[in-house]
């Protein structure tokens, strides 16, 4: 399991020159089965040289993620495959709620709902897409794809 060894775990978090999809994510919820096996596909379609998921379980929607974080980790790698790191659990809203999802929904003007909300973080840490629950994969992968295209192109003109 990946720690949130800094208040700030985006920033220390995201690798250099990468696209990364942060998502709140949730075991027990009508959208678990869908978004992990969708989230490992692009996890594995896209990664790791340009790209990451980074998971963060959290418990504020329904109840739906009551287990511990361990737990979580467990379920997730071994139910859907998830090679992805997922955090321990967080709150993303209120008072209480980890500064990168404070960070996330403040430049997204976009506040989850639900759980399995993603934001597209581009390499300079800016959320240049976000997306709901249900939204399909086939929606996401092009904006990732497009993403992983500028990073590659810019790497090449930095060379």
């Known amino acids: 399991m990946e720690p949130l060894t800094t208040t700030y775990p985006l920033k220390h978090s995201m690798p250099k020159a990468r696209a990364t999809l942060v998502v709140n994510v949730a075991s027990y919820c009508q959208h678990t089965d869908k978004n992990y096996i969708a989230l490992q596909e692009l996890h594995r379609e896209f990664g790791p040289s340009h790209f990451s998921v980074l998971a963060f379980p959290c418990n504020q929607f329904g109840e739906s993620e009551p287990s511990s974080s361990q737990e979580i980790e467990s379920f997730a790698r071994g139910n859907y495959g998830v090679t992805f790191p997922v955090f321990h659990k967080i709150k993303i809203l ?28 581009n390499p300079e840490g800016k959320v240049v897409k976000f997306w709901r629950p249900e939204e399909p994969i086939g929606t996401i992968k092009p904006e990732v794809a497009s993403l992983i295209r500028q990073i590659i192109m810019k790497k090449r003109e930095d060379l």
């Open 94 to 121: 209120g008072s209480e709620a980890e500064p990168a999802f404070r960070f996330l929904i403040d430049s997204s003007k976009k506040e989850p709902r639900w759980n399995f909300w993603k934001y597209l973080v």
